[in-house]
């Protein structure tokens, strides 16, 4: 089976003065593509940032990125509606706007830090229904292990995305979340709906090791970037995102599991 590797390059959380190779603007994210997907990446998750290097919900800015993404490279484009802790709700439904190929829906509220991520249960079956609507591949992302159980009452609520699959990512070691750890990865995957049809795991900061090589002996796919984690390894900061895809190929090849190409990815998803 071949690996799909989702690059996430920037996030909402780091500032870019704290991080100088973190990509924040339109060239930067084409070129952070465009090395991406030759060293083994399919899809990428984007949050947007402003001209302050702000992160921003603002419909032309989100466009911009999206089309530049588009024109330097074939990654599968999968738009962040979970935003900055924040974002407002109505801000954050109307990201499918930008016309992404998949959107994040994280299935349930999450203390984040300090702050929380809201997720109450209208929004994420409003931003469901709209996703099923326009065709958009939603990328279910699990911060816990009771929103594993909650995607199955979506799914028997709603139905399947409007491509037939639906694929998952255990985003864990947030803080309020999950621990990013292979007994915690292991009970998330026993406890998927029958209707998942593929799932992928990121660890978050000195988890993404783990987390990784977990998901690997289990057969799923791998999230990583600078929006999860900001160290090579211990003190040693990451020089850029294709640095990190190039270690999950890594990792892939000793699994004896080929880089999943764009077109496979959309395949995956149910795209057409
Ligand atoms: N930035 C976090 C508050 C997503 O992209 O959908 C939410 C997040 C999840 O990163
Ligand atoms: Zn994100």
């Known amino acids: 089976m071949s690996l799909l590797i989702t ?3 920037t996030g909402a959380e780091t500032a870019k003065a704290d991080c100088p190779q973190l990509p924040t603007t339109p060239e930067e994210i084409a070129r952070t593509a465009a090395e991406c997907e030759a060293a083994g990446a399919a899809m990428i998750h984007l949050h947007v940032r402003d001209h302050a290097h702000a992160p921003t919900l603002d419909g032309s800015l989100l466009k911009e990125w999206v089309a530049a993404v588009r024109e330097s490279s074939n990654l599968v484009v999968q738009l962040s509606t979970g935003g900055s802790v924040h974002d407002p709700l109505e801000e954050r439904m109307k990201v ?3 016309g992404p190929d ?3 829906l994280t299935m ?3 203390n984040f830090g300090d702050d929380v991520f809201m997720n109450p249960w209208p929004f994420v079956a409003d931003l469901y229904q709209l996703a099923q609507e326009r065709g958009v591949a939603p990328e279910f992302e699990l911060f816990d292990l009771g929103q594993v159980h909650a995607l199955g009452r979506l799914i028997r609520t709603y139905g399947l995305p409007a491509g037939g699959k ?3 990512d255990f985003v864990m070691g947030v803080p309020g979340g999950m621990p990013g750890t292979a007994p915690a ?3 998330g995957v026993q406890g998927l709906p029958s209707e998942v049809t593929s799932w992928s795991a990121t660890g978050i ?5 783990p987390v990784a090589l977990a998901s690997l002996s289990m057969g799923g796919h791998l999230r990583v970037g600078m929006e999860d984690v900001l160290t090579i390894s211990k003190g040693v900061p990451v020089e850029s995102n294709a640095q990190l895809v190039a270690r999950a190929v890594e990792l892939g090849r000793l699994a004896q599991r080929e880089p999943m190409t764009p077109a496979g990815c959309r395949e995956l998803l149910g795209l057409a």
């Not at 900061?205 to 090791?209: S, Y």
């Open 108 to 110: 349930g509220t999450t």
């Open 185 to 187: 990865l292991v009970a």
């Open 166 to 168: 639906a694929h998952v």
């Open 205 to 209: 900061g000195r988890t993404t090791l």
């Open 7 to 9: 690059v996430a390059p």
């Open 96 to 98: 499918l706007d930008a």
């Open 102 to 104: 998949s959107c994040s």
